[in-house]
């Protein structure tokens, strides 16, 4: 009887199969990489997406901090127990109100007040009228259009040896519209 040796080791086939095996993983991974919808395809859409929507962010971000920038340097807002109009002469005034001003709001360009209140005669209002240095004016010429006149701060000067009050003029953007004079009675 003869006796075999074992022989240790692979055959050729299964070599070639493994190799075979291991190039079809490569391609699948080359492709995977290096494709159409490959990772570093995805990567540089995703990197184009990110820097879009960054430049339409900071796009907002600058219209948005202009908006807030016009809003709150002319016209009317509240300040704390204080109603303040800042012109665009960069002029700022306090406008005086015989109301609080926590029952007040700003509108575009307009003081309302949060609910419609009584003044001292019993009407009904719903817009802030004039105060004590100050008063609103809607403009008679155009008496639908949305456009007001704020009149600020008379200051007497003798002219002639008489008063004169000056008023400053402005819309309710804080334009400046003129000034008018008036001679008291």
């Known amino acids: 009887m003869k006796i075999q040796?074992?022989?240790?080791?692979?055959?050729?086939?299964?070599?070639?199969?493994?190799?075979v095996v291991l190039l079809i993983l490569a391609g699948i991974s080359?492709?995977?990489t290096l494709g159409n919808n490959g990772i570093i395809t995805k990567a540089k859409e995703a990197r184009n997406a990110m820097t879009n929507a960054t430049t339409s962010d900071n796009e907002f971000?600058?219209?948005?901090?202009?908006?807030?920038?016009?809003?709150?340097?002319?016209?009317v807002r509240i300040?704390?127990?204080?109603?303040?109009f800042y012109g665009r002469d960069g002029e700022v005034y306090n406008l005086q109100s015989d109301y609080s001003t926590d029952k007040l709001e700003v509108k575009d360009g307009?003081?309302?007040?949060?609910?419609?209140t009584q003044d001292d005669s019993g009407n009904t209002i719903?817009?802030?009228?004039?105060?004590?240095n100050w008063s609103v004016l809607t403009n008679n010429s155009e008496p639908n259009a949305k456009f007001y006149q704020i009149y600020i701060g008379y200051r007497p000067i003798v002219?002639?040896?008489?008063y004169v009050?000056?008023?400053?003029?402005?819309?309710k953007d804080g334009n400046y519209i003129g000034m008018e004079t008036e001679a008291p009675e």
């Open 126 to 132: 719903e817009i802030l009228d004039g105060g004590a």
């Open 110 to 116: 307009y003081v309302y007040f949060k609910e419609p």
């Open 165 to 171: 009050f000056i008023y400053y003029g402005y819309d």
């Open 61 to 75: 971000l600058n219209s948005l901090d202009n908006f807030i920038d016009q809003s709150f340097r002319y016209g």
């Open 5 to 19: 040796k074992e022989k240790n080791g692979i055959t050729l086939i299964a070599l070639v199969v493994t190799i």
């Open 159 to 162: 002219s002639g040896g008489s």
């Open 79 to 84: 300040e704390g127990d204080k109603l303040m």
């Open 30 to 32: 080359i492709n995977m």
